[in-house]
């Protein structure tokens, strides 16, 4: 068998490299009349990120630092959605409240003790998303007063499947709005302008 393969050119990598990272949001490279898909976080590109309910607040947040993300999924020992814990959770006042009724230290509470349940989550069917605008996500985040959204899809036998999330920081970093996202109130508040409804 012939061969058409040739050696590539090598060179010294520089030491002041560093490493690239993914832009996955483009500011301002998004329209309302865009596919929704064009601003959600799909599972089957990007993996998602878990930690256990037994982990320790700490634990939690230096794992999202390290991997940059704002939002883990909790997964139980069988690899099953237990709830989702989000920066603002982790700073906000449910580790306080939970400390307070509880008489505990921060170092002694774990994840699954402030997370937001999976029964207590919303989520969209992937086939409602395939059609949808995000003016569409957009508008539907706004009514739900939630910073994330999750997709569900079907998979083998029907099982139902986390196919992706959209959230509020990521819509508004990707439609260009100058906002502080740890401001829900005030995403929203951006958001209704880009919708036409201020």
Not at 5 to 27: D, G, H, R, T
Not at 73 to 83: K, R, S
Not at 163 to 190: C, H, N, P, W, Y
């Amino acid at each position: 068998m012939p061969s058409n393969y040739q050696e590539l050119e090598i060179k010294p990598l520089q030491s002041a490299s560093v490493l690239c990272e993914p832009n996955f949001f483009p500011k301002g490279e998004v329209s309302l009349e865009d596919p929704a898909t064009k601003v959600m976080t799909d599972l089957k590109s990007v993996a998602a990120i878990t930690i256990s309910p037994s982990s320790s607040l700490s634990d939690a947040t230096d794992r999202m630092i390290k991997t940059k993300v704002k939002l883990l999924f909790v997964t139980d020992p069988n690899e099953q959605l237990a709830g989702l814990i989000t920066y603002s959770d982790l700073q906000g006042e449910r580790p306080i409240l939970f400390q307070q009724h509880n008489g505990v230290q921060r170092s002694e509470i774990t994840v699954g003790d402030i997370m937001t349940r999976s029964a207590q989550l919303d989520a969209i069917d992937w086939s409602v998303v395939e059609r949808a605008k995000v003016g569409d996500i957009a508008m539907t985040l706004k009514k739900l007063n939630r910073q994330h959204a999750l997709v569900v899809d079907k998979g083998y036998e029907d099982t139902p499947y986390i196919r992706g999330i959209f959230s509020t920081s990521q819509l508004s970093k990707m439609l260009g709005i100058q906002i502080d996202t740890t401001e829900v109130a005030q995403t929203f508040v951006e958001l209704e302008r880009v919708l036409g409804l201020k």
